[in-house]
């Protein structure tokens, strides 16, 4: 019995009908596959993130059923991640991730647009709950030009590749793992924990409560630029967990161009991105139409139809200097229906530095700072106003002004395993409302890899 028939058949029990579609198709081009012989056939890696943080009171001129609570709160996460992946064929990577996690969030996770923690799901709780988070093939085809080395990784075997090639991505995958990934400011495990830090506040990329899809990307890869497009499944509702299946009619479309460059000696990267999602959502307009003529206040989940929401980002990365890095990114969206995914941000603003620690004889510990400014459409304003609630924001009226953030934390690597980060949050109009707050935030970070 061949090895590709083993994995097949271990494989039949995870979701039959996604998975004969992943391999037959990975088993019908595989043999056209040019790879370098890997320096690694297989890996099993494991990491574990607990993060505390808390929250001092704040003033606010009056709070909603969707409010940010004004009293002192603490809050906890705790992840645990499994990486085990191997070789089945010749350019060809498999990968599970089995995951565990945990979360108590600030005012049951309502209240922001740019919520504190990167870490917190938005189906935790205080017991820890058992899943998989991904389980995906990666077919690699070399298109030649010289080769390039790929250092072992999470999800990532180590080995030689040709700098120019294709990439084909395909089942249970989070889209943060190929699109909008920024050196600096994209992991909450290691860097900044604010949502807005992760990835394009304004995309509302499409993912479970947990923050992974069912889909499929493609790359093509040189030394200087790279094109990556890809298609995911959408949450059945806004911001479930069960993913509808039926990606033909209700998905998230992405696509993203990235050129490389280098300027003084230093190098950097520039990524556009743009975005399409279908789904049924309600719209603001819709929701304040009917309202008028009820009376009542705005409600989304009375006027759900389906609609599309389109956004683009532009997302810049540049080493100033070998120690020191700057980061950037603009997204907005039409803002013209509900989140379905991610968050309640219709426009942001973000750029930072993280510096290394070479200055003061600790070259693996990192500093960083960082600012974002978070919006809203005018309809999405406007429905917030007139008392109506989204998933997270809802203070009852809005006295709209663009949420602030400040970001900074101090990274110190303890061990060769274990880092130990101080993260320190200043968030003013939170919620986009100038009647409440700031608001301020500490927290401590435990990461381990092994």
Same mark, same amino acid.
């Not at 595989?30 to 056939?41: M, T």
């Given at each position: 019995m061949s090895s590709t028939h083993v994995l097949v058949t271990k494989m039949k029990n995870y979701h039959a009908n996604r998975i004969d579609f992943v391999f037959t198709l990975m088993l019908a081009t595989?043999?056209?596959?040019?790879?370098?012989?890997?320096?690694?056939?297989w890996q099993l890696k494991l990491q574990t993130t607990v993060i505390f943080q808390h929250k001092p009171g704040f003033a606010a001129a009056y709070s909603g059923a969707n409010s940010l609570v004004t009293n002192r709160e603490n809050s906890r996460t705790a992840t645990a991640t499994l990486y085990a992946g191997f070789r089945p064929w010749?350019?060809?990577?498999?990968?599970?991730?089995?995951?565990?996690?945990?979360?108590?969030?600030?005012?049951?996770?309502?209240?922001?647009?740019?919520?504190?923690?990167?870490?917190i799901a938005r189906t935790s709780g205080a017991d820890p709950t058992f899943y998989r988070a991904r389980l995906f093939l990666r077919q690699t085809w070399g298109l030649g030009n010289g080769t390039e080395r790929v250092e072992s990784d999470a999800n990532q075997l180590a080995g030689t590749v040709d700098a120019?090639?294709?990439?084909?991505?395909?089942g249970n995958v989070s889209p943060l793992d190929i699109f909008d990934d920024n050196k600096f400011s994209h992991d909450p495990r290691r860097s900044f924990l604010n949502w807005s830090l992760m990835t394009h506040g304004a995309w509302d990329y499409p993912a479970d409560a947990r923050g992974y899809s069912w889909g499929a990307a493609l790359e093509y890869v040189t030394p200087l630029w790279a094109l990556r497009a890809g298609r995911f499944e959408q949450p059945k509702d806004s911001n479930g967990l069960?993913?509808?299946?039926?990606?033909?009619?209700?998905?998230? =479309? +992405?696509?993203? /161009?990235? #050129?490389g460059y280098r300027l003084a000696g230093q190098t950097g990267h520039v990524k556009l991105l743009a975005f399409r999602n279908q789904a049924v959502m309600g719209s603001f307009s819709d929701a304040i139409t009917q309202s008028t003529l009820t009376g009542a206040a705005p409600d989304l989940t009375q006027v759900r139809?389906?609609?599309?929401?389109?956004?683009?980002?532009?997302?810049?990365?540049?080493?100033?200097?070998? =120690? +020191?890095?700057? /980061?950037? #990114?603009?997204?907005?969206?039409?803002?013209?229906?509900?989140?379905?995914?991610?968050?309640?941000?219709?426009?942001?603003?973000?750029?930072?530095?993280?510096?290394?620690?070479?200055?003061?004889?600790?070259?693996?510990?990192?500093?960083g700072i960082a600012v974002v400014?978070?919006?809203?459409?005018?309809?999405?304003?406007?429905?917030?106003?007139?008392g109506g609630q989204g998933f997270f924001l809802g203070d009852g009226r809005l006295s709209y002004h663009a949420e602030q953030i400040l970001e900074t934390f101090y990274s110190f690597k303890a061990s060769k395993q274990l880092w130990i980060s101080f993260d320190y949050q200043h968030i003013g109009n939170p919620g986009y409302n100038a009647d409440r707050g700031p608001v301020n935030f500490f927290g401590i970070r435990l990461h381990a890899e092994l």
């Open positions: 595989c043999v056209h596959a040019r790879a370098a012989e890997p320096d690694e056939s010749a350019g060809g990577e498999f990968y599970v991730n089995p995951e565990m996690a945990l979360g108590v969030p600030f005012s049951e996770l309502k209240g922001l647009g740019g919520f504190t923690n990167g870490e120019n090639r294709v990439v084909l991505t395909l069960p993913l509808n299946s039926r990606i033909m009619s209700s998905y998230g =479309d +992405v696509v993203e /161009f990235e #050129r139809a389906s609609h599309s929401k389109r956004g683009a980002g532009i997302n810049l990365e540049h080493e100033l200097r070998d =120690d +020191v890095g700057l /980061f950037a #990114r603009a997204s907005a969206a039409d803002g013209r229906t509900e989140t379905f995914a991610f968050t309640e941000i219709d426009r942001s603003l973000s750029a930072g530095t993280v510096i290394k620690g070479a200055r003061w004889q600790r070259s693996a510990d990192e500093l400014i978070n919006g809203l459409s005018s309809s999405h304003r406007d429905y917030l106003a007139r």
